[in-house]
């Protein structure tokens, strides 16, 4: 459970509560489910009322390609963390919420070609 530390401090330290979906309560643990796939679960349970990109899937793991977690690393994952959170509860769309906490000269094309990030390309540096 090394690799769960840090996204789930990420978690209680940038997600309010009043930001979740849903009731941690209300959560069950995936029978059988590797530290990753119950990390997930556990974000798509707690930030996701609406699928998200896959790119969005490893901010709450995110370091350097390294492995180090940098204030940079933590700087990247916050943004994309707030993209996650916004564009899971269906209060912005993801293009938006780019421009806002990412980069302001994010185009129609750049977000399309982002939601649709090959998976392997999109978790790289993720923990």
Excluded: N
Excluded at 53 to 79: F, I, N
Excluded at 85 to 92: L, P
Excluded at 96 to 114: D, I, W, Y
């Amino acid at each position: 459970w090394d690799r769960a530390t840090l996204p789930l401090a990420r978690i209680a330290a940038w997600v309010p509560r009043e930001d979740w979906v849903r009731d941690l309560e209300s959560w069950e643990c995936p029978e059988g489910a590797s530290v990753p796939e119950a990390l997930r679960a556990l974000e798509s349970h707690l930030l996701e009322k609406y699928d998200t990109p896959t790119a969005l899937h490893g901010a709450l793991s995110h370091r350097t390609s390294e492995g180090q977690c940098t204030e940079s690393a933590h700087r990247v994952a916050k943004a994309f963390t707030r993209v996650l959170v916004e564009a899971g509860a269906g209060r912005a769309p993801v293009r938006a919420v780019l421009q806002e906490v990412v980069c302001p000269g994010v185009t129609k094309r750049m977000s399309k070609e982002f939601v649709q990030l090959d998976p392997a390309k999109a978790v790289a540096g993720a923990a």
